[in-house]
């Protein structure tokens, strides 16, 4: 059996109860998942211990509204199966909403306090997805689908023409700290928005869970795979979905919410097809096919956006490459990549892999950084902005043969030690999944 | 008396120009086993389609227990009590044998679109399930995708969907389409005992299958029900004779 039919095969016949596979059908609750919960809330409150500085911070912050925003976008696509193009929209609109109604506290001295408003504004994006859904989900696939980049455009349209609630190109800003404080709180410095964020983000993740595991989420499931069949069965294939389509709208616009309190301004940059495709990126590098999986694409897409975008331009193209490379041969994501490994370790044969995996890593290693070698001095040489590039304070003159000698070396070895590898880790991943079962 | 479970007036069915059904009058009663047999491409499937909504009629109406259902889509005749098969397996792929199961049960058990039930807590319901799935047989693949069971195992988990809720009229669709002779009787037992007491209508090729289960069967060439009776009444009958031999013959 191959590698991908062996992750997908479950647990052998008569063994009950799936590992933690957050969202994955089939389990009843396994043990570890308070504990996994636990976990989670410890993280959220542990991180800004050890990452205190203000920009680790604001970072963080970006990562807890990018999670929302990611998950969100997965109750369509992962759990409905339907591909949205257009999901900034209630994102920007539950943040535009949210921005309004702080500049109504600050000027007309309303007294709603902070915490509350990216509820406010996920009833805003609920509102639209109530609206846009009433006749979007009448099919899924390429229907949805372009009717949701339709959406998109048009909103992103309509921010020009109504400026007085999209506030033209410069957008709209306010002021978070006018309200009544929260605890004396007023939410001036960043970690004050930390623990807020924290706390929604852990709120509106355990609300997509629980909502998953609801007759609405799994019958979302159900029609994912098959529409048809749920009709036989008593569910309009339509109701199931524009249920899905709200509560996503819901949460998206609680994560646009918590982006105006963080930032204080929204511009039509919030809510346009860029963001839409960022949100499916995230989601998809992270893996569609698990609950936690856009959690894990929204930080490493967070990390690439924020860290590595410092020390690199081209940035983007390593996205776009990892994109590519996740749809071509790891359509599971991330997760799904770690989550394959899984009928492995249950076995107790996980060690049979490390040796392997060790000997592959030196070569990749190479290979990966004589790639990314190569594309910097490319991009070095060509945008004539320096003659030189450094690296860890190391100045390569791009004009001598050395460091191009170098790359190619690393790629080569890299490659060619990358294929005396495989075979032995092929063989390593048959043994350690071989079941007892013929196969 | 009771009123028949399904009934047909004149159904007819074009596609495009091609009439595929033409003016069908049937009436199935409540409680028998009903087998509907004919020569390929004589339109069973399409009439199947016609009764479960998936396609809709073109003249004519249908009535289920003496209410009519002409014209309704197909999640509403199967929360009035008719459930059906597919001759191609129709499944969900990728939720464990144990969900697809559930999934069938969730409307006709009052979950409706529910979203503040947690699933997992209700133990009522998930005993039924796996009550379901230890009468099938299908017990031991409970956590298994859907998608990766054998054939045979698959299309039992079909007749599970089906019948799991309980429905009073139960459409089965060529059930032993593609299974060998010893997974067929499996499946004749399986069937007789899951539809005791309900209504059954049935698509079969298998003749052994059909008089085997059968209290009536209906004859359907070209579009047109040109016999229903008893099992022996049908075997007898000289145009139905006609209709299987002459099949060859006719084409010429």
Known sequence: MKPQGMARGGSPPGQHGQPGRLGQPGQLGPPGQLGLWAGFALLLAGLPLVFSSPVAVTIMNQMGISILFALSYNMLLGQGGMLSFGHAVYFGLGGFFAVHVMNVVDHDGWPIPLPLLPFLGGLFGLLFAVIVGSFSTRRAGTVFAMISLGIGELIAACSIIFVAFFGGEEGVSADRTMGPPVFGHAFISEIEVYVLTAVIVFLATALMYLFSRTPAGRMANAVRDNAERAEFVGYSQRHVRFISFCASGFFAGIAGGLFAINYEILTEENLNLVTSGWVLLMAYIGGVGYFIGPMVGAVLLTLLQTVVSVHTEIWRLYLGILFLLTVMYVPTGLTGLVMMHGPAWRAGRLGLLAWPYARAFLPLLAFLSGAIALLEMIHHANAAVATTWVVFGYEFGLGSVWPWSIVAALLILGFFGLRRCLPEVREAWDEANSTGEAS | ?252
């Open chain 2, 1 to 252: 008396m009771t009123a028949p479970a399904i009934s047909l007036r004149h159904v007819t069915k074009n596609f495009g120009m091609t009439e595929i059904i033409q003016g069908v009058d049937l009436d199935i009663r409540a409680g028998e086993r009903h087998a509907i047999i004919g020569p390929n491409g004589a339109g069973k499937s399409t009439l199947f389609h016609l009764i479960s909504g998936k396609h809709a009629v073109t003249d004519g109406r249908v009535y289920l227990h003496g209410s009519d259902i002409t014209g309704l889509p197909p999640y509403e005749i199967s929360r009035l009590g008719l459930s059906r098969s597919f001759q191609v397996t129709n499944i969900f792929p990728r939720l464990s044998v144990f969900e697809n199961v559930r999934s069938a049960l969730l409307w006709r058990r009052g979950y409706r679109y529910s979203f503040w039930h947690l699933i997992d807590r209700q133990k009522g319901l998930n005993d039924e399930v796996d009550a379901v799935l230890a009468d099938i047989g299908l017990d031991a693949r409970r956590d298994m995708p859907a998608g990766i069971l054998a054939y045979a195992e698959q299309r039992a988990l079909e007749i599970a969907i089906t019948v799991a809720s309980g429905a009073e009229v139960v459409m089965l669709d060529e059930p032993t389409a593609g299974m060998s002779h010893a997974e067929t009787a499996e499946m004749v037992e399986l069937i007789r005992r899951v539809t005791e007491g309900k209504t059954l209508v049935m698509v079969e090729h298998d003749m052994g299958v059909v008089f085997d289960l059968a209290d009536r069967i209906s004859v359907l060439v070209y579009g047109r029900i040109i016999a229903t009776g008893a099992p022996e009444a049908v075997r007898a009958n000289a145009e139905v004779q006609e209709a299987y031999l002459g099949e060859v013959a006719g084409a010429s």
